[in-house]
């Protein structure tokens, strides 16, 4: 497996045992019920992969430089 695959389903596996977490012990989703919520999450999501991409990108040229 890929590491950005690896990561993508710990995520995924972070977010359902979140859920589950919150579900069972009656407790309010970690996230606000509107779109803003949706478009923050998903902002912070898309920032998160274009610093990886970028730090993998550079952390690769500094390889083949050597």
């Known amino acids: 497996m890929k590491d950005s695959q690896?990561?993508?389903?710990?995520?995924l596996l972070i977010g359902?045992?979140?859920g589950i977490v919150?579900?069972?012990a009656s407790?309010?989703?970690?996230?606000?019920?509107?779109?803003?919520g949706s478009?923050?999450?998903l902002s912070i999501t898309?920032?998160?992969?274009?610093?990886?991409?970028?730090l993998n990108k550079?952390?690769?040229e500094k390889v083949e430089s050597k």
Do not use: R, T
């Open 58 to 60: 550079q952390k690769s």
């Open 39 to 41: 478009v923050l999450v």
């Open 6 to 11: 690896i990561k993508s389903l710990l995520g």
């Open 46 to 54: 898309l920032g998160y992969m274009l610093i990886d991409n970028y």
């Open 27 to 36: 407790l309010p989703l970690p996230a606000p019920p509107m779109i803003l």
């Open 22 to 24: 919150c579900k069972f």
């Open 16 to 18: 359902f045992s979140i």
